[in-house]
């Protein structure tokens, strides 16, 4: 009760939940993508190559936004170029490019004389969210939603049949390079709620979460930006009530759903199948 | 119906195709009628699915023509419907087998359109034809492989296509979607359709295919089935597959 009180008396807390709910739910809708193709690591490494980019931003005195969005589409690049042009496989591509791009921001930001920022870009600080910051996780948002609307049918095929979807011309290239724009949004995006640090764990669990609970890829995705959001919104309320840190009380939220599912999923949960071969070798033992 | 006529529907000449240089295929050429079925065939590495990918343009050429139909592989694709090895497609992605049909439908679709209900009538009648209707709202992964590689020529079928590329269809697959598949392609063969198939069991290439291309990194030869299925002609591309048997005692 005091948690919704708080919300209806202290403008903060209503621009923290706002965007840390949109955070979860637009990373959930864009992780989806990324766990079906298998670049997990590369959530992580973009989330993490922004940060040169916010750095660069912060010294010329312009919105992070662009700066972000321009480290982060170039690390894409940058590892896309080094795993199709050498034997590095694409694993050890990632590590080599967002690292490197990580400490350049590190340096960058020593330079920018600005420690408590640094603090709270790796971190996040979700109290602090401003206005100005709403907005941007607002438009960021509908451009996620309006993408996966209009493009939803080319995204599915070209996750599930690269192939097929190559070969009756879908530019699986561009598609990539979509995505991964999309999802230098969605971290920039998170920079506030989350930090950069525990970006990827907003992107990846609530969208494993939906995928050991349904078949459908629309399913999924409405149900990841469902558990993002949930996670958002128990994970502030812990973070206001113990005074914890924001983005870990979210994550560690996200978490919780993501152990439920992982036991209980009436499919794929441990538990169910522990019992259904226990009662299969039960059944068996008689003959 | 379609016009039967007798020009070539795919045109390959002198096609050479390399992964960083190192050749995969060398100065291969051959044509295929409308209404015709043709197994590609070659031991292995002989460079099969390159061949079938390079057709498709999904990796470059270094040098040679592919006409489709007359026209570029560009003009040409939603006259086109391609089967990858299921290997190469994710069975845990959350979608059920009636929507993996629907995906035949999307490349007439366009962009920005939706499947309507006359599309998913069509899919679900394509996946009647493969005798997989009962599965409709299963994972595709909880399937066999032979009812996997069904509901795939089921998708295949809904996008309508004139020429039809399989690569490697019968890999783990039971006997009887095996039949269910040869039947149905050699069905389409007869509705003056082009089938080519990327095949690796020797012993059903004369039975299945009315012609065969016979690869060994080079084109060894291409023709009517009886042609290609000679001992002296298969030597030349497996010689060193024979020259092991030989050595171990077994006539061939």
């Known amino acids: ?6 919300i209806l008396e202290y403008g903060f807390l209503q621009k923290a939940l706002l965007t840390s709910v949109m955070v979860g739910m637009i990373s959930g809708i864009i992780g989806c993508f990324i766990i079906l193709r298998g670049m997990a690591l590369m959530g992580d490494a973009i989330s ?9 931003s912060y010294m010329l005195g312009v919105n992070f936004f662009f700066g972000a969005v321009v480290t ?6 940058g590892i896309g170029y080094v795993s199709q042009n050498s034997r590095i496989k694409n694993d050890s591509a990632i590590g080599i490019v967002f690292t490197s791009f990580f400490a350049v921001g590190i340096i960058l930001i020593t330079f920018a004389k600005s420690s408590t920022d640094l603090y709270h870009i790796l971190f996040g600080n979700v109290l602090a969210v401003r206005a100005s910051d709403m907005w941007i996780t607002l438009i960021i948002g509908i451009v996620i939603v309006a993408v996966v609307y209009l493009f939803y049918k080319e995204l599915l095929v070209s996750s599930f049949d690269p192939v097929m979807s190559a070969a009756y011309g879908l530019p699986g290239r561009l598609i990539h390079y979509l995505l991964m724009t999309l999802l230098t949004l969605v971290t920039v995006a998170s920079l506030q709620t989350v930090g950069i640090i525990l970006v990827v764990a907003m992107l990846i669990t609530p969208a494993s979460t939906a995928y ?39 994550v560690l939220a996200s978490a919780v759903w993501f152990i439920l599912a992982l036991a209980f999923s009436p499919k794929q949960g441990v538990l169910w199948r522990h019992f259904r071969s226990r009662r299969k070798k039960a059944a068996l033992k008689g003959l | 119906m379609l016009p039967r006529h007798r020009d070539p529907s795919v045109s390959v000449d002198s096609l050479f195709v390399s992964y960083h240089g190192k050749d995969a295929l060398r100065d291969v050429s ?37 006409r489709i139909f007359g026209g570029s592989v560009k003009e040409t ?21 009636i929507d993996t049909v629907l995906l035949g439908t999307y490349p007439k679709l366009g962009l920005l359109k939706r499947p309507r209900r006359q599309h998913k009538e069509l899919a679900y009648h394509c996946l009647e034809k493969v005798g997989m209707e009962d599965f409709g709202s299963r994972q595709i992964g909880e399937l066999s492989g032979g009812q996997q590689q069904r509901v795939f020529l089921a998708r295949a079928l809904a996008q ?54 016979l690869l060994n990194g080079e084109l060894v030869k291409a023709g009517p089935a009886r042609e290609v299925c000679r001992p002296d002609i298969l030597s030349q591309a497996y010689a060193a597959q024979l020259t092991f048997l030989e050595k171990n005692g077994v006539g061939v």
């Open chain 1, 72 to 77: 982060g589409v170039l690390t894409a690049l």
């Open chain 1, 212 to 250: 050991l609970l349904t078949n459908r890829l629309w399913v999924m995705i409405y149900l990841a930006a469902g558990f993002g959001a949930l996670s958002a919104v128990v994970g502030l309320y812990f973070s206001v009530k113990y005074n914890l840190a924001s983005g870990a009380a979210i």
């Open chain 2, 30 to 66: 051959f044509t295929l009628l409308p209404g015709s079925m043709t197994g590609i065939i070659g031991p292995n590495g002989a460079g099969k699915s390159t061949l079938m990918k390079s057709l498709l343009e999904l990796i470059p050429r270094d040098h040679g023509e592919v």
């Open chain 2, 77 to 97: 694709r939603t006259r086109i419907a391609y089967v990858p090895q299921r290997s190469e497609i994710d069975m845990t992605f959350p979608i059920t087998v």
């Open chain 1, 48 to 56: 993490h190559a922004v940060l040169p980019g916010v750095a660069l």
């Open chain 1, 1 to 6: 009760m005091e948690f919704l009180s708080g």
């Open chain 2, 160 to 213: 309508e296509a004139e020429l039809f590329c399989l690569d490697e269809p019968f890999v783990g697959v039971d006997a009887a979607s095996e039949e269910t598949i040869v039947a149905i392609l050699k069905e389409l063969r007869d509705q003056n359709c082009t089938v080519l198939v990327v095949h690796h069991d020797l012993s059903k290439a004369e039975v299945y295919f009315d012609g065969l291309v």
